[in-house]
């Protein structure tokens, strides 16, 4: 019901999405959306994005004196003039790790392959400005809020579990989305000593939710589990995602991974939440929680084997351009608004969320 | 396009399946069937399944003289007479880790608690059923086949990562479809070992395929590794999934991750496919293949503790009945079901089925 | 977010539907739905329906008690032993006006062409059954009834237009639903006269609601106006559709064609109500009205011209089997199934229809 | 597949369009998209269009050198500097005949009213543009175009069915699109007289087709008839719809009604075409042909009666702006988009649309 549809080539004019089924009076403004864009940018860390450029974009419709009016809300942002001669020897010739491959082999010579086309991380940013959007659609709605935080990167893991949801919406204050301060300067090393050796490193993020009303998820194959795993793999890197503590339930006895059911607050709660806030795919009034891993940057400053498609033969190509050194943190941010996105869906298909915020 | 729809509570009169869009012209015979739901079963190890019953199905439409007609194929497979009575004293008490406390939130006094009412892995049954509907599509048309295996069970790993499809296919006529005979061995062991303290286990199942046609997969929310992922976490007690090494790509470098793409056979093929067979969240013509974690079984029978909601306090139940103690081999089945359904539904989608299957 | 799945072929085992998204806690009972499969016999109309067979159906799931629990529900009704031997001539050989030529060109050989397969309108019980679940989601929520009539049949109109809702539902009391007696007189003797004569006739169809509460319809792709006209003109049979007064408002002027609005019961309505009850496509808290035509019934008793697809040469058959004089009254009850249908969705869709009805 | 997302309101910064899944390797240009929009100018009949402005349009993505990508195409057409203050006397004030009522109950306060807001005819150039694309997919694969005229406005009918396909191409090079000339000349008069006196008209417009390959449409629920409704009265001022001769079939009797089929080019045809192109709601190789009724523009120069709704008071208003004394043009180009985004959608489902257009 709410419906996000983005458009947009990497190198193209701009990318930008239309969100649909938005409740009209959400209080959503310009600097809403250009703060979430900005979480992307990561400029303090050049290594992660040598570029560094301004996101410049423009709302073209559905808000209106800073409320939304119920109609399709439709984000452009601009794309600066990318230098894209570099792309010329890249033609027909796909970059190991990246989309290329695949969208040569679908849609063949009609593939904009510059700077990854729309298979590029740059799409996520249209995905971002929707997330914008969601969030604040949740916050004035069921009250929920959506925060994140790198768990692990660049093989460098932040070593505790005993945070709070305000330690991780903190850690964000920090060059590096981690709650651990020790571990961040190691991590920040890491992707220093990466770069300079024109290598690239994953990382692991974690989302987390404020406790989320229950009953979102529709059984049995749109159960919220589903459609945030859906959301979340959807994005560009995103290799793996696990809820609650994953693949160290699957190593457990029952009598371990059961979270037992108390009474709290009045109303049963889970003692543990070892299952990340999802019981039969559903929420039940806990915050959710899941991982998910992001393989390493594919663009690396080394030579690697690939196929010319257009004479069919091995070639060595190595990538001269400026590459982000881990996309991990943008991947969060990603990662992020797309669970907001799917929760506001499911919320509305709950009957949580009116037609018209009433002000 | 290819849509499935399941219907039946564990303990109504039936569980079912109607799957819509199958082409017409597919041989389809009620053995093909009987054979996957009986892959589910496993009685040969009592405790993983003590009931041990046939499965009584009926084909209502859809499919005439061995053919499918192109019409919707309804499928009942009846209940037998269950015992309820066991579960009146669980009535408005989740059971720890079961799906209860998620539907008596959201359906309140309506839900039919019995044996896990629709969350019951009961209802995989049906999915089952449409997954050899799939499975014919795929193999009588773009020729894939799917097919998995245990990783890990009850915290016994297999070990070996030198397997082939064909390894994997016959696994299947083994006690328990692992690999290696001594992890087996030791698997049905804890098996054993876990049933007779009343606990239970969990597991990690592989899926995979042999080559996928290139260009399956919607670029850019409904991508083939999205769709896999929503279509596998909507299996009940899944919890993690990740493509190719999943979250061990997180922990590499660039230079490691990435598959280099070589020239074999005439055309360009990952050397190594770490990936999984995926990029950009499309099939590349490589095999897929992904990891699943399946939780312990919820059922023990040790005292847990919950809450009753009628009376808002809590109390600590024990399960008496009868239980699987590890749900993840059944779990499997689904998965391998859900595989096929989201296969046949991109090639659809990609053009590559027709509508007639000609003879 | 009200999905309906039909399956099942005239000739076949069973038709049957799969209704999903249906709330939890609506009182339903088995009668509600015999009822409604009744009002498509008209078995005191010979002429309407020379079988005159009794339904048997099955509820397999998701009603326990007399309530919904909130999962899908799954109604078979099966076939009785149907006489399909004399379709064997009609093999290859598409009846004129049915839909057996797009269904030969469509599946081939597949096509289970006996009594119209899957394009018969018996098909329409599934939907008549589902419509039943819709009626009582409707009546014990948002507190709409949905009510049809016979504006014309076979040539015979009523030639009145100052009926009440309370009219047309009475009108189904009747041998015929036409509220005019004396018309209703002549259309039989029309249907009778059209029987002897081996030949059928059509007729004109007009859906009521009472007042449905406002903002029903999703701009711009989805309004109640777009949705309402796909679910009728998906009904076999029907050709035309027309909203209020239709057609005759395209030869009005704007000045006779607006509905005035006015204050009435201390909210804004309609004072004529012309246009339909639906303003932008969405309800106005109006009573919903539309016209249906439906084409005679392509079965008559006279020869007719075809081609044998087989041979592919033209050949002239001779239908010899029983077939209803007119479809518009079984057509009819289908109208209003698909209307009650669409417009659960569409209340859904709006937040008014919880997902659990409070007892 | 072919999903087509509009977004903006007519007083604010642009209306437009995204169009997923169109394939790659389509050849459109921008002219293709500024011959279509300019079809919906009638600038030379000023009482149909009194501002006549030019339509600015940009292409954001999705077409690269001529060709389509694969990707969304975003369409942005800006909206001109439109006279808004008229509007603050009309603020809470719906008019009649217009959708302001529906969206006041719908989305309260937050309704931006002028102009229509997205309920405007203005949201139909997106449409449109999207049709062009459509045209040259369907063009461009299998062959088939799409055309209409008006068979009646303001009353006068064309009074011929002696049509061919290329007589209605045709007409669009006249001032108003009828295929009669004597008509189309007293339609004018009636626009001119209508206008002068404050008042508007409506009209009837035919959509017809080429021949459309058999087999489009999905039983039984998603029929080409059924969508194709949907799709048509979608559009604003669409009152009702009938295929074919559509509600004069309903006074047929069968023998006069079916169509007889014949062989004719080698393959079967039907003798008279009657159906409208659609048996089974299915194409069968024949044109596809139906009628849509648009009622008068809403807008008159007239005291008209409406509800003050922030006084809840009865109030006499009188539109003072320019208006198109009929929409029935304009909006018959709408039904033509409409009718081409559906034929594709339909024929990628019957998979006769390949994903990449060779060259």
Redesign the interface.
Known sequence: ?F???????SH?????V?V??VP??VAVSEDDIKRELNRRRFCHIPVLNPRCEDEEF?????I?DG????????I?IWNKRAVSDYYQELWMR?R????????Y????R???HRGG???SGR?TAARIAAGAIAKAVLRQTIGVEVSSHLI?LG?VSIGREDYTFEDVVKSWEKPLPMIDDEAMRRAIDVLIE?ARNG??????GEVLTTEVP??L???????L??????????I?S??????????R???????????????RG?R?RL?TNK??G????????EPIRFRV????????R?P????D?SR???VTITFKGRYDVST?PKALVAAEAMTAIVLVDHA????L????IKK
Chains 1, 2, 3, 4 share one sequence.
């Open positions: 019901m419906r996000v549809t983005t458009f947009g080539e193209g004019a701009a990318v930008g239309v649909d089924g009209a009076g423009q709302v073209l419709s559905g209106k409320y939304t009016e119920g109609t399709p809300i439709a452009v796909p190991p790790g990246h989309a290329d491959l695949a969208w082999l679908k849609f063949g009609f593939y904009d086309g729309r298979a799409e692990e093989g990466a290598d690239s490193v994953g990382g692991i229950p009953g998820g529709e059984p049995v194959f749109d159960k589990k589903a459609d945030l795993a859906k959301a979340i793999m959807s560009p995103a290799v793996g995602i696990e809820f609650g503590l994953g693949f339930l699957a190593r457990m006895r029952g009598s371990e991974a059961n979270d037992q059911i108390v009474l009045g049963p003692e299952v990340g999802l019981l039969g795919g559903m929420s039940i009034g891993a992001f393989k390493p940057t594919p663009s690396i080394r690697q084997r690939t196929v498609l069919m033969e091995e991990a509305m298909r709950a009957g969320i009116p037609r018209v």
